[in-house]
Each structure stands twice: as structure tokens, then as C-alpha cells.
T-cell receptor
Framework: GAVVSQHPSWVICKSGTSVKIECRSL??????MFWYRQFPKQSLMLMAT?????????EQGVEKDKFLINHASLTLSTLTVTSAHPEDSSFYIC?????????????FGPGTRLTVL | AQSVTQLGSHVSVSEGALVLLRCNYS??????LFWYVQYPNQGLQLLLK??????LVKGINGFEAEFKKSETSFHLTKPSAHMSDAAEYFC??????????????FGKGTKLSVIP
């Protein structure tokens, strides 16, 4: 139980294009999902907190117009990187909270490797 | 504000030796503490967590950690390292404020290498 999937697992795109990453909780309902960014050999940096049916809360320094987050259902959140540039290349990881389980526990997706050429 | 400090970005141990990965935290409220493991190009897997109750927490794959409030520590240990333990390990503290988002703050990670 408590499985989170991400799609795609990797994507290569040209500079200036937009890329959508999906995060799904497969066997539980997630009213809250989180999006992280991880640079090589570094820790996870929280980008935003996504609540179902409401606007995402972005961390300081994260451009909300560049990283569009939609959490339209209890099992799906999407991150769209708009007008991607090489500096957006990174490993993006989502996580989801299962409110039926222990407080504070997040379950992580396998990550999406984005490479912008 | 919360923070997590992991001492040692890289730890090497021999196979069969004790694994000790250090984590210290700062939090203005009683924390929830976690250890996650990450294998290359994968997401994070929960090893163990402390919320309340017993301060010695046992997790998967033979790992355990002890919450020491007086030392603000949550060090991860395993009596005998296995080659499959080679990975990146992250300590994290959860925001348990009234805002209820329960965001995680991660340490910078410790890469564990196991020498045959």
C-alpha cells in the first residue's frame, strides 16, 4: 500500500517548451502533495505544497508562473515546467500524504529526470 | 524554523561493520523525525520514523534510530553493514504546526559506501 507513481520517469525537451509531470497516489487519497527538486548530489528542496482543490503554496524563490501546479483530484497532482531552460534540468520528486495513516508521513514517487537541451 | 544537520556527507564502512549515520535537528516544538534512503535515480523510501512513545525506533532492513531529546539527535545505526545498504540517506524533521501541512525539512544527506 501507499504507492506513489510519477510519469514520465525521464524526459528530454528543447529549450522553450513546456513539460508536464504527473504524480499519482495509486492506493490512497492524498489531500496534500509536495513537489521537490533535487540537484545532483544534493538534498531535496521543497518547491511547493499542493492541496486538492486549492492553489498551491510555493516556497520562497520558486517562480509560480514557471512551475505550475494543479491538484485537481485526490489522487493526481501535476507540475508543469513552462518555457523550460537548461537551468531547469533536475530531478523532480513528488510525495503525498496519506491522511488515513500516521501523521506527518509522506510517500515518495520514483522521481522524474528532466533534461532541457 | 526547523533545521537538520547530518554530520558527514560521505561515510564508508566495511561489510559487516557497524553503520552509524549522524543526525541532529533543531525544532521549536516536539518533532517528528524520519530517516529515508535513496538509491540512484530513485525516489525516497522510508526507513523509520519517530513520532511519539518509545525513543528507540526500529525500521526496515535492520536499521534503528534513537531519539535523544537532550542531545537533539536522531542517529541511524545498523549492527552489520551489507553491500545492499550502499545508498544516500536523508534525515528529515516534520513540521507539526497548526498549519497542518506537515512539511519535511531534509538534511543534506549522507552517502554510505560499503567496502567488501
Amino acid at each position: 500500500g501507499a504507492v506513489v507513481s510519477q510519469h514520465p520517469s525521464w524526459v528530454i525537451c528543447k529549450s522553450g517548451t513546456s513539460v508536464k509531470i504527473e504524480c499519482r497516489s495509486l492506493d490512497f487519497q492524498a489531500t496534500t502533495m509536495f513537489w521537490y527538486r533535487q540537484f545532483p548530489k544534493q538534498s531535496l528542496m521543497l518547491m511547493a505544497t499542493s492541496n486538492e482543490g486549492s492553489k498551491a503554496t510555493y516556497e520562497q524563490g520558486v517562480e509560480k508562473d514557471k512551475f505550475l501546479i494543479n491538484h485537481a483530484s485526490l489522487t493526481l497532482s501535476t507540475l508543469t515546467v513552462t518555457s523550460a531552460h537548461p537551468e531547469d534540468s533536475s530531478f523532480y520528486i513528488c510525495s503525498a500524504r496519506d491522511f488515513s495513516r500516521a501523521v506527518g508521513e509522506q510517500f515518495f514517487g520514483p522521481g522524474t529526470r528532466l533534461t532541457v537541451l | 524554523a526547523q533545521s537538520v544537520t547530518q554530520l558527514g556527507s560521505h561515510v564508508s564502512v566495511s561489510e559487516g561493520a557497524l553503520v552509524l549515520l549522524r543526525c541532529n535537528y533543531s525544532s521549536s516544538v516536539p518533532p517528528y523525525l524520519f530517516w529515508y534512503v535513496q538509491y540512484p535515480n530513485q525516489g525516497l523510501q522510508l526507513l523509520l520514523k519517530y513520532t511519539t512513545g518509545a525513543t528507540l525506533v526500529k525500521g526496515i532492513n535492520g536499521f534503528e534510530a534513537e531519539f535523544k531529546k537532550s542531545e537533539t539527535s536522531f542517529h541511524l545505526t545498523k549492527p552489520s553493514a551489507h553491500m545492499s545498504d550502499a545508498a544516500e540517506y536523508f534525515c528529515a524533521v516534520s513540521d507539526v504546526s497548526g498549519a497542518g501541512s506537515y512539511q519535511l525539512t531534509f538534511g543534506k544527506g549522507t552517502k554510505l559506501s560499503v567496502i567488501p
